[in-house]
């Protein structure tokens, strides 16, 4: 009997990369047969992405050379699928057909100020001049419909169409405006898609520059509802400096690469705190090193955002801070991220 073991053939083939991905056969799942026969024959059965079309022979023989160094493993078979799928893809509707730019706003992470980041960056670009809508895609919490101070409910069009509540220049649709105050959501995935479906298509967005997609935390079935179902210009991640919020936002920016949405960078929340009395700066969650989240993300820092009280009270009281002290540091920031964010999308 042979004693070669499957778990030393996964290990060998999890350290080969299938051509044009980066990820292993074992993380793929592409493994579809694997038996050991007692002469240390080893038969496989491997399923491969689209990418890898073209470079069978090549993953063969890295299959084969790395195979044959397991101990008691004499030959190596190997027969090869691609299906037509490529990885990191997934089956794409555009429910939003009159929206310009969609745009993901996520952090993988609670507590980072991901809401107060989308809401005053809507205000900033409405008050740019663009036609601008806010999907609150946190069902879970929504929190729009406090940072708004709105309590009422949307009406419906002729057709039927949800028509978005505006304020502040902002076409806005939440789940917080169709229930009752303190009414949790309890759904499962196939509602959670379903509601981020309507959303979109059930919603009278009419024209509008940018949609602003306020995501929960967490990389799961909401972000890939909403990646199925638009085609998203760009994805912004918001963190604050403090490495356990990075290690969360991390995911969350692997997930838009494996999602194939560009990320147009970082918002850097809760930056620093500005003393009012003396003007100096406290960096209350780190930052104050050579190394920013931008760097330790791998992409550009869009903004750093200060601490402030107006903030906080803009998000209590539905007066965000950009209307509440536009000539702020903080609003400053905002606007200027905005103006960032409007350049490089609008051509």
Not at 22 to 44: A, H, M, Y
Not at 103 to 130: H, P
Not at 142 to 158: G, R, V
Not at 185 to 212: C, N, S, T, Y
């Amino acid at each position: 009997m042979s004693n070669i073991s499957r778990i030393q053939i996964y290990d060998k083939l999890d350290t080969i990369k299938i051509p044009g991905t980066d990820v292993s056969p074992v993380k793929f799942k592409g493994v579809r047969g694997l038996e050991i026969s007692d002469n240390g024959t080893v038969e496989l059965r491997i399923e491969l992405p689209s990418q890898a079309r073209g470079h069978e022979s090549e993953f063969e023989a890295s299959i084969r050379k790395a195979l044959l160094t397991v101990e008691g493993v004499q030959s190596v078979s190997v027969t090869l699928s691609v299906r037509d799928k490529a990885y990191g893809k997934v089956e794409q509707q555009n429910l939003l057909p009159n929206v310009k730019h969609p745009i993901l706003i996520g952090s993988g992470k609670g507590g980072v100020g991901k809401s107060t980041v989308t809401v005053n960056l809507a205000i900033a670009l409405a008050r740019a001049g663009y036609q601008v809508g806010l999907m609150d895609a946190d069902l879970y919490g929504p929190s729009i419909p406090t940072m708004f101070a709105i309590d009422e409910q949307p009406e419906a069009n002729e057709k039927g169409q949800i028509i978005p509540l505006e304020k502040h220049g902002v076409k806005l649709i939440s789940i917080g405006f169709l229930l009752e105050d303190d009414t949790p959501v309890v759904w499962r995935g196939p509602l959670l898609h379903k509601a981020i479906q309507q959303f979109m298509k059930d919603v009278d967005w009419g024209e509008l520059d940018f949609l602003l997609i306020d995501l929960p935390p967490g990389t799961g079935d909401v972000q890939l509802s909403v990646a199925q179902s638009t085609r998203v210009s760009g994805a912004i991640a918001v963190s604050t400096p403090q490495d356990v919020a990075l290690i969360d936002v991390k995911k969350a920016v692997s997930m838009f690469q494996t999602l194939q949405i560009p990320l147009l960078g970082v918002v850097e929340n809760m930056s620093f705190f500005r003393c009012t009395d003396c003007g100096h700066i406290h960096h209350i969650f780190g930052g104050d090193t050579k190394m920013d989240a931008g760097d330790k993300l791998a992409t550009e820092v869009l903004g750093k955002v200060p601490i402030t009280i107006a903030i906080r009270e803009g998000g209590d009281d539905g007066i965000p801070v950009t209307l509440r002290e536009p000539e702020s540091e903080a609003a400053t920031e905002f606007n200027s991220i905005a103006k960032k964010i409007a350049d490089r999308l609008i051509k």
